[in-house]
């Protein structure tokens, strides 16, 4: 071997050997909380209204065992839990994903999910991938540090301190949501206040960030929502993203920013202001019925900056943003990501287009109402299914053949949008973004949720995006609000269906994955009899 080519790999040798195997247990139960002062039975993760954050750094090999000791009824009881924006390359069966990646994890039982981040670095998240189940409380923040992060002297402090996570909340139990359904309340860092017509809690202590003049903070603002986008800014300071979703974006100053739910974005906060309280806003744009929800009075929609040294009072600050929104346009990656294939429209190898419709019983793709199948995808794969035409659920699974550019259209119009759109198993180029007639082949942000717009008239938007087929393996497309996907918003992509055996961990799926599905079969036929 050349000197040249073994000196090429020393970078990859000691990152091997420096990474480390993160061992985490998430045991989920059930309590009464009132996160916004609404009494409700939730469901926990470590005791927590929201999950503990796990923290890695690249390469590191991740062995998290999830205890099922869920009991309450009215509640989902089985579980699973999906790694938002991790690749699982070659690793599939831990992707999470009920009914396409495995059989869900009964109460009373645990199962490892035992996987290596070799290359992704930046700011993810975890959720339940059962039901509508996250949205009851199943959900936290996963973080990748990068000891050579190219932004490094941008800031000072990364920690979890600097963490903003952004949800909704409801005053009933996910199974027994409506096909059309708001919420009541917003959160930061897991703490809000509510008010509707049934009543109001405006007296709950609100989150507080804090800060110190003269410090920049990397902030991780990540959405958790189940439903409304958040329109973000902080009273009185500009904000540089610097991450979009994992992936290193040319620095880009903002003063607000729109965030879907599955959105993640890093941005630098120079604490350069008169030592003061300001507030922290997270607006929610929805089609709620609830007006009373939507507003900054007396706390709704917010959480507190507070300086080092700034009096322990409410902020009296005024939002003033607005002069440089967050366009995602305007976002580029900071190292060249060449967008793949021949630079044009409908000139990838693979060119599929989406339509998307409410019908009277939730959301349909190409009129097709994606249902839980009986056996997930991926044990069909394995159980010798011949092709995508025998996969159930009939209609929803797409076959694509391995190292082909595939290019989304996704046009917008219909009810219950902006939809938030999430690819499992690789991020995208998002070569044509909503409100936009323009298509960018040379540097479009790269990310793995993308708004497809809201325009219910023409011209409709038709948000466009590529990826490649390199990663083998059923990867599910769909809405991140929650309530539509578990009304049919979703496709499954089998990428290199044929290959699948041998990528699955060498070709020998962990005996506990396998056991899963007859004891969750188990476990619904004693539920059915069951008074």
């Known amino acids: 071997m050349r000197v040249s080519a073994l000196l090429s790999l020393i970078p990859f040798l000691v990152s091997e050997s420096l990474a480390a195997v993160v061992q985490k247990t998430l045991t989920l139960s059930n309590e009464y909380r009132a996160p916004d002062g609404f009494n409700r039975s939730v469901t926990l993760i470590n005791g927590q209204e929201i999950g503990p954050v796990i923290v890695g750094q690249v390469g590191d090999r991740y062995e998290i065992n999830v205890v099922n000791q869920l009991t309450d009824k009215s509640l989902d009881l089985g579980t699973t839990i999906h790694w938002h924006g991790i690749f699982q390359g070659g690793s599939n069966e831990y992707d999470g994903v009920a009914d396409v990646t495995q059989c869900p994890i009964i109460p009373g039982e645990s199962f490892l999910y035992n996987f290596t981040v070799p290359e992704q670095y930046g700011t993810y998240w975890y959720h339940s991938h059962y039901k509508t189940q996250y949205c009851d409380g199943v959900r936290g923040v996963f973080v990748i540090y990068d000891p050579n992060d190219p932004h490094k002297a941008l800031y000072d402090v990364d920690d979890e301190t600097t963490i903003l996570t952004l949800s909704d909340w409801y005053h009933f139990p996910g199974p027994q949501h409506p096909v059309i359904t708001f919420f009541n309340s917003t959160l930061i860092n897991g703490r809000g206040r509510y008010q509707d017509a049934f009543g109001s809690d405006l007296t709950v202590p609100l989150s507080i960030v804090s800060v110190e003049q003269g410090v920049r903070y990397r902030m991780r603002i990540v959405s958790l929502s189940c439903d409304p986008n958040f ?301």
Request: glycine letters at 6%; charged letters at 15%.
């Open 231 to 531: 329109t973000f800014s902080i009273d009185g300071h500009n904000m540089t993203v610097i991450e979009v979703e994992g992936v290193n974006t040319q620095p880009l100053v903002v003063d607000q920013m729109q965030l879907f739910t599955g959105q993640r974005v890093s941005v630098v906060l120079n604490a350069d202001q008169p030592v003061d309280n300001y507030w922290i806003r997270s607006f929610p744009q929805s089609a709620s019925a609830n007006a009373l929800a939507q507003t900054y009075d007396n706390g709704l929609n917010q959480a507190i900056l507070r300086y080092k040294g700034a009096p322990e009072v409410d902020p009296t600050t005024t939002d003033d943003s607005g002069r440089l929104p967050l366009i995602e346009t305007n976002l580029h990656p900071l190292e060249a990501m060449p967008v793949p294939g021949t630079p044009a429209p409908g000139a990838a190898d693979i060119n599929i287009r989406l339509d998307l419709k409410a019908v009277p019983t939730g959301f349909t793709v190409n009129d097709v109402q994606f249902a839980a199948p009986s056996v997930p995808i991926l044990l069909q794969i394995l159980s010798g299914a011949a092709d995508a035409r025998s996969l159930l659920p009939a209609g929803a699974v797409y076959e694509l053949e391995r190292n082909k550019t595939v290019e989304l259209v996704i046009p917008s119009g219909s009810n219950g949008g902006p939809h938030p759109m999430h690819l499992h198993g690789q991020n995208f180029w998002v070569v044509r973004s909503a409100s936009n007639s323009s298509y960018n082949f040379v540097d479009p942000i790269v990310r793995d949720v993308v708004s497809i717009g809201n325009a219910t008239a023409e011209p409709y938007d038709e948000v466009t995006i590529r990826f490649n087929t390199d990663n083998p393996g059923p990867w599910i497309f769909h809405c991140h609000i929650d309530w539509h996907l578990d009304t049919g918003l979703a496709v499954v992509f089998t990428t290199a269906k044929d290959e699948v055996p041998e990528e699955e961990l060498d070709g020998e799926p962990a005996q506990a994955w396998e056991n899963l599905c007859p004891a969750y079969d188990h476990y619904m036929e004693l539920m059915a009899t069951t008074p």
